[in-house]
């Protein structure tokens, strides 16, 4: 069903990493993206892998599920990888032909930047796996927070409420249209045959009442909000608290060995 | 009985393409403490324009609204009525606005800037007392429709209002929610002590209520016990209205000569009544 996709997937489970505060991950997501690109030669690259392997592993989400985001990414990859066959210097030639030649620098290159590319998206999957859509926009706002002191205090609030006002509609909104389509399937409209510009008109007449049904949908809502109190966001307090924990400490101390070794690696050879 | 609500000549107007219409005329109604109130009337008879004034949404044009004492024109307690007064709409979806119940039934204690703990036990009792609990972690948008009215009420409660306004709540639902959502405001005014307004088009709604108030055109047309209110069975229809199933068939009886009463509602007291009738037939 349509209506089932969400945005971020998230998979049920009681891991280490389910269980490790959303902020921490996401600021662990980010020193490890940094540590994938600081990854200068092929030992530290691999290191990384077999890091981001391991989180995979405690992260108890089928493997499956990673290789399906992977399937999504695989066109860029495999460009990355063909673009960058051309691109390696040093090496015995193997191919030569017009202007371009194949060494085995190039392949060398080419594999290590198509590895870079998959262990991004495998650790950022890990973040959307791992964490519901909520807790990540909770974590957000509440590393946002520092933005306050310099004057955007009703900036972070917003963005936050957006965020969650999209996750809420989004499966809403889908199945609206899904309706519309049908609404207009039943007096004859064609959306599936033609060529790319007939398609874009066809779908014309099903974003305009998509729009007027959600700016009505909008000002239902601000009515409802105004009638529970809401008044942008002042004084307003959670009833989830963030806690961090032991958790949040051990595997911070994991990614931060980690990210020392990559460091060394990076030096020593 | 106190009054919690007091509408005093209250007048709406509003512009619309430069001519001016009148949505509620010269209006008084007291709602008591604790009382179940069904406003009834057709589309466009001002009762969703009075709704709205009841919680401050709306400023009366002229008159004054009195909510516990507080006037609802008073920009200073603009939060304090809205936290008295709960107001429910009638399409859930468009209410909520959280991805999980209990954090959307947190919304409005949290606009209160209760503390953590407070708002937990809150949302707790108000999930309980709609009998929701069980759906706390679940997505609004997997429920049904009464399901989902039900989440948007507990969202209200959770804010422990005096008075819950709701306009229209069933009007998007099928039978089975509409059954729904009557029995937990009967279930809220009688354990709670919620003082409940219902705006509907639905007899069978208004049959449970203390008292009903018929509006038409901007005006209180009537106003009484349901029993009262449904004996008019003329005045009713002329405003466009329907009389529940059994008072339409015991006034057709009596039309056609037979001696029963209409102000019955109620199937048991409506057969009681033909039977008697029957009876007095035979002798």
Same mark, same amino acid.
Not at chain 1, 212 to 220: K, L, Q, T
Not at chain 2, 93 to 120: C, H, K, M, T, Y
């Given at each position: 069903m349509l209506k089932d996709i969400t945005f971020g997937q998230y998979f049920e489970s009681n891991s280490l990493i389910h269980r490790t505060d959303p902020r921490v991950k996401i600021v662990l997501m980010i020193a490890l993206i940094v540590f994938i690109f600081v990854s200068g030669n092929m030992f530290s690259l691999l290191l990384s892998a077999a890091f981001v392997l391991l989180v995979l592993i405690v992260s108890r989400v089928p493997f499956k599920m990673y290789l399906k985001n992977m399937k999504a990414i695989l066109p860029v990859l495999i460009f990355t990888a063909i673009i960058n066959l051309f691109y390696g210097e040093g090496g015995t030639v193997l191919l030569s032909f017009w202007k371009l030649t194949v060494t085995t620098g190039g392949i060398y290159r080419s594999f290590f930047m198509a590895l870079r590319i998959a262990l991004l998206i495998f650790v950022s999957s890990a973040l959307t796996y791992t964490t519901?859509?909520?807790?990540?926009?909770?974590?957000?706002?509440?590393?946002?927070?520092?933005?306050?002191?310099?004057? $955007?205090?009703?900036?972070?609030?917003?963005?936050?409420?957006?965020?969650?006002?999209?996750?809420?509609?989004?499966?809403? $909104?889908?199945?609206?249209? =899904?309706?519309?389509?049908?609404?207009?399937?039943?007096?004859?409209?064609?959306?599936?045959?033609?060529? $790319?510009?007939?398609?874009?008109?066809?779908?014309?007449?099903? *974003?305009?009442?998509? *729009?007027?049904?959600?700016?009505?949908?909008?000002?239902? *809502?601000?009515?409802?909000?105004?009638?529970?109190?809401?008044?942008?966001?002042?004084?307003?307090?959670?009833?989830?608290?963030?806690?961090?924990? $032991?958790?949040?400490i051990w595997v911070t101390v994991a990614c931060v060995l980690y990210g020392s070794f990559v460091v060394l690696l990076n030096i020593l050879l | 009985m106190d009054n919690l609500i007091e509408v005093k000549n209250v007048t709406y107007e509003y512009t619309d393409e430069e001519t001016v219409h009148t949505a509620v005329k010269n209006l008084s109604l007291n709602i008591k403490k604790g009382s179940f109130t069904v406003i009834l009337g057709h589309n466009g008879s001002g009762k969703s324009t009075l709704a709205k004034m009841l919680n401050g949404l709306n400023k009366p044009t002229l008159g004054d609204i009195l909510v516990d004492g507080i006037n609802t024109k008073d920009e200073a307690n603009e939060l304090e009525v809205r936290r008295k007064v709960g107001m429910v709409f009638q399409n859930p979806d468009n209410q909520l606005v959280a991805s999980i119940v209990e954090e959307d039934v947190a919304f409005g204690p949290e606009n209160l800037g209760l503390e953590p703990s407070v708002i937990r036990q809150r949302v707790d009792e108000a999930l309980k007392a709609v009998d929701m609990y069980e759906f706390r972690k679940s997505t609004p948008h997997r429920l049904s429709g009464g399901q989902k009215q039900r989440i948007a009420i507990a969202g209200i409660i959770a804010m422990q209002p005096l008075c819950l306004v709701l306009d229209e709540p069933t009007a998007m639902l099928d039978p089975k929610?509409?059954?729904?959502?009557?029995?937990?405001?009967?279930?809220?005014?009688? =354990?709670?002590?919620?003082?409940?307004?219902?705006?509907?088009?639905?007899?069978e709604e208004a049959e449970k209520a203390d008292r009903v108030v018929v509006m038409n055109d901007g005006?209180?047309?009537?106003?009484?016990?349901?029993?009262?209110?449904?004996?008019?069975? =003329?005045?009713?229809?002329?405003?466009? *209205?329907?009389?529940?199933?059994?008072?339409?068939?015991l006034y057709n009886l009596q039309k056609n000569g037979f001696s029963v009463s209409t102000n019955v509602i109620s199937i048991k007291e409506a057969a009681c009544e033909i039977a008697s009738a029957l009876h007095s037939e035979e002798k």
């Amino acid at each position: 069903m349509l209506k089932d996709i969400t945005f971020g997937q998230y998979f049920e489970s009681n891991s280490l990493i389910h269980r490790t505060d959303p902020r921490v991950k996401i600021v662990l997501m980010i020193a490890l993206i940094v540590f994938i690109f600081v990854s200068g030669n092929m030992f530290s690259l691999l290191l990384s892998a077999a890091f981001v392997l391991l989180v995979l592993i405690v992260s108890r989400v089928p493997f499956k599920m990673y290789l399906k985001n992977m399937k999504a990414i695989l066109p860029v990859l495999i460009f990355t990888a063909i673009i960058n066959l051309f691109y390696g210097e040093g090496g015995t030639v193997l191919l030569s032909f017009w202007k371009l030649t194949v060494t085995t620098g190039g392949i060398y290159r080419s594999f290590f930047m198509a590895l870079r590319i998959a262990l991004l998206i495998f650790v950022s999957s890990a973040l959307t796996y791992t964490t519901t859509p909520n807790d990540l926009t909770d974590a957000i706002e509440k590393l946002l927070t520092p933005l306050k002191f310099i004057g $955007l205090k009703s900036a972070v609030h917003t963005l936050a409420m957006m965020m969650t006002i999209a996750l809420r509609f989004i499966p809403t $909104l889908i199945e609206e249209a =899904e309706k519309i389509m049908n609404a207009q399937k039943a007096r004859g409209a064609d959306l599936e045959s033609g060529g $790319l510009v007939q398609r874009v008109k066809a779908l014309i007449p099903i *974003l305009i009442p998509l *729009l007027i049904s959600s700016v009505r949908r909008a000002s239902d *809502l601000a009515e409802a909000m105004e009638c529970r109190c809401y008044n942008g966001g002042e004084g307003k307090t959670r009833m989830k608290q963030m806690h961090t924990s $032991l958790t949040d400490i051990w595997v911070t101390v994991a990614c931060v060995l980690y990210g020392s070794f990559v460091v060394l690696l990076n030096i020593l050879l | 009985m106190d009054n919690l609500i007091e509408v005093k000549n209250v007048t709406y107007e509003y512009t619309d393409e430069e001519t001016v219409h009148t949505a509620v005329k010269n209006l008084s109604l007291n709602i008591k403490k604790g009382s179940f109130t069904v406003i009834l009337g057709h589309n466009g008879s001002g009762k969703s324009t009075l709704a709205k004034m009841l919680n401050g949404l709306n400023k009366p044009t002229l008159g004054d609204i009195l909510v516990d004492g507080i006037n609802t024109k008073d920009e200073a307690n603009e939060l304090e009525v809205r936290r008295k007064v709960g107001m429910v709409f009638q399409n859930p979806d468009n209410q909520l606005v959280a991805s999980i119940v209990e954090e959307d039934v947190a919304f409005g204690p949290e606009n209160l800037g209760l503390e953590p703990s407070v708002i937990r036990q809150r949302v707790d009792e108000a999930l309980k007392a709609v009998d929701m609990y069980e759906f706390r972690k679940s997505t609004p948008h997997r429920l049904s429709g009464g399901q989902k009215q039900r989440i948007a009420i507990a969202g209200i409660i959770a804010m422990q209002p005096l008075c819950l306004v709701l306009d229209e709540p069933t009007a998007m639902l099928d039978p089975k929610g509409r059954a729904e959502i009557v029995s937990t405001l009967i279930k809220l005014n009688h =354990e709670k002590g919620i003082t409940v307004i219902l705006i509907t088009h639905y007899m069978e709604e208004a049959e449970k209520a203390d008292r009903v108030v018929v509006m038409n055109d901007g005006e209180i047309i009537s106003d009484g016990a349901p029993s009262e209110i449904f004996k008019n069975v =003329e005045q009713l229809k002329a405003v466009g *209205l329907d009389v529940p199933q059994t008072t339409e068939l015991l006034y057709n009886l009596q039309k056609n000569g037979f001696s029963v009463s209409t102000n019955v509602i109620s199937i048991k007291e409506a057969a009681c009544e033909i039977a008697s009738a029957l009876h007095s037939e035979e002798k």
